[in-house]
């Protein structure tokens, strides 16, 4: 999605295709380095802050990992929900007829719209409850299943295209903004999975051998990355001059395909929507529900487990107004470029606390310890040196972003 929001932002489709390289190239980077003490040590990403931030600093990091997590699963939510709404539509074209809509303009979408958004996350619920490890044949199921539909897509959009070919987005000139655009696209590529690569440890902890964790994201993560990405700029591109505009949402295509076409166009549009409501909910439940559920876990023990964090991060969500930040592609990716603003500087820390300053060698016993006997007790639990380095990188970032127009 990240890749087609991109010609929506008004980037050719091969400036969109070399920001998402770039991106994708970095990101696995930072992933890769991130996980490595995860890996090794087995450590989360909670008790990994703490020989970074301190015991009680660390706190500040994890509760935004854990707002995070409840606005990127609202944001993932309202997706499956418009894959919901597009099975609807394919059954009922008439779907905004038979459900009158009752809410304001001013909230950007309608009744119906909202009913498939509860609809997903309903459906999504029991996926919470059952434990992570016995839903691996089903994210196996979900990553294929993606991969077999974007396929299917690109091969029909590449076979129907006609004589306009890729239409404006390969024929229209560069502007003089380009080079920042391609730049703003790059942060936006890095910011779409930079919650990921912040709490990466949470995942990589759980491997057999480091290695596994090192080398299966280091080939993986940018192949699926530039896959999904670049299939999806090359659709958008090849279905422009045909829709009147960049369908840069996959549920907004999905949805052009049925009002521009006929029965068979619905049924094909109806497993599209099925795919993509699957594929949805195989990354929403462990990248941003069980992520919530792991940080609130850490700092409620007491009260809340891995579980219950999990429903919490997915009721609370609703309260982050998700249908307002996929209303448009420069909404999307302006929200995706601020995330990287705001992670940006957390992820460099852990990852030269881990590699230079300690060294690679943690003394895990330490980080249990929560008085001034610990070596990171630092200065009434905080380390303060953290703080400057978090605040300095955050305004050098911030400082760069203002140079990247975001508008078209």
């Not at 089903?138 to 070919?165: K, R």
């Not at 590529?189 to 990466?200: D, K, P």
Request: hydrophobic residues 50%.
């Amino acid at each position: 999605m990240t890749g087609s929001s991109l010609i929506g932002l008004g980037l050719t489709w091969w400036q969109a295709i070399i920001s998402i390289v770039i991106g994708e190239i970095l990101a696995t980077i930072f992933v890769v380095l991130n996980s490595v003490p995860g890996a090794y040590y087995h450590l989360g990403f909670p008790v990994v802050n703490r020989y970074v931030w301190g015991m009680y600093g660390s706190m500040f990091v994890i509760w935004n990992r854990i707002l995070l997590s409840i606005v990127w699963y609202g944001f993932q939510a309202w997706i499956g929900g418009e894959c919901v709404y597009v099975c609807l539509q394919a059954i009922w074209p008439s779907i905004e007829e038979r459900i009158p809509n009752h809410l304001s303009a001013s909230t950007g979408t309608t009744t119906a719209h909202f009913v498939a958004y509860i609809i997903f996350m309903v459906i999504s619920l029991p996926f919470i409850y059952i434990r992570p490890y016995k839903l691996r044949k089903f994210f196996y199921g979900s990553a294929a299943t993606i991969i077999v539909f974007e396929i299917v897509l690109l091969v029909w959009a590449l076979a129907t295209m006609g004589d306009s070919g890729f239409g404006s987005t390969i024929s229209n000139a560069g502007t003089s903004g380009s080079g920042w655009k391609v730049a703003f696209g790059v942060i936006s590529t890095i910011g779409s999975i930079a919650a990921g690569i912040l709490n990466q440890n949470d995942y990589a902890r759980f491997t057999r051998k480091p290695t596994n964790a090192i080398w299966g994201q280091f080939l993986s993560f940018p192949f699926y990355g530039m896959t999904c990405a670049i299939i999806g700029i090359l659709v958008t591109a090849a279905t422009q001059d045909r829709y009147g505009s960049a369908k840069w949402n996959l549920p907004n295509l999905l949805s052009a395909i049925i009002e521009n076409g006929g029965s068979r166009s619905r049924a094909a549009a109806f497993f599209g929507g099925v795919a993509l409501v699957i594929s949805q909910m195989g990354v929403n439940v462990p990248g941003n529900a069980l992520a919530g559920g792991f940080d609130l876990a850490a700092l409620f023990p007491r009260y809340i487990n891995i579980r219950r964090g999990a429903y919490l991060t997915a009721l609370v969500s609703i309260a982050s107004n998700p249908w307002k930040l996929v209303n448009t592609a420069t909404t999307f990716l302006t929200v995706l470029s601020s995330y990287s603003v705001f992670l940006g500087p957390m992820t460099g820390l852990m990852i030269s606390s881990y590699f230079v300053i300690n060294r690679q060698k943690i003394k895990v016993d330490d980080l249990y310890i929560g008085n001034s006997t610990s070596i990171y007790w630092y200065t009434w639990g905080v380390n303060w040196r953290a703080l400057a380095g978090g605040v300095y990188i955050f305004i050098m970032i911030t400082s760069l972003i203002t140079f990247l127009p975001i508008s078209t």
